[in-house]
């Protein structure tokens, strides 16, 4: 069975780095593609940035802030996370696919105070 464990979230002032670290046990198969989304508070999870073969690709709204970097063979994914706003706040949550299959990490939280 797939897990998908993420850590590295906090509390960090605006303007501040935070970097997500998210690992996948259970499976020795590489992912078609793995990346990160995020739900803050009363709105609906959005992808953030998603690795899939060859290309990247982000949300508007961190483009030339985030960074994800992924090791196909660790079945390993990070996002490094520069220029923190307050509107990045939210649980963001490790995500893979194989074929057909989501699979999905627990979250953790991240809170930029401004």
């Known amino acids: 069975q797939v897990h998908l464990v993420e850590s590295g979230g906090g509390l960090v002032q605006a303007g501040g780095s935070l970097r997500l670290s998210c690992a996948a046990s259970?499976?020795?198969?590489?992912?078609?593609?793995m990346g990160w989304y995020r739900q803050a508070p009363g709105k609906q999870r959005e992808l953030v940035a998603l690795?899939?073969?060859?290309?990247?690709n982000y949300a508007d709204s961190v483009k030339g802030r985030f960074t994800i970097s992924r090791a196909i063979a660790r079945n390993t994914v990070d996002l490094q996370m520069n220029s923190l706003k307050s509107e990045d706040t939210g649980v963001y949550y490790c995500?893979?696919?194989?074929?057909?299959?989501?699979?999905w990490g627990q979250g953790t939280q991240v809170t930029v105070s401004s």
């Open positions: 259970g499976s020795a198969v590489s992912f078609n593609a």
């Open positions: 690795s899939s073969g060859g290309s990247t």
């Open positions: 995500y893979a696919v194989r074929y057909t299959t989501s699979f």
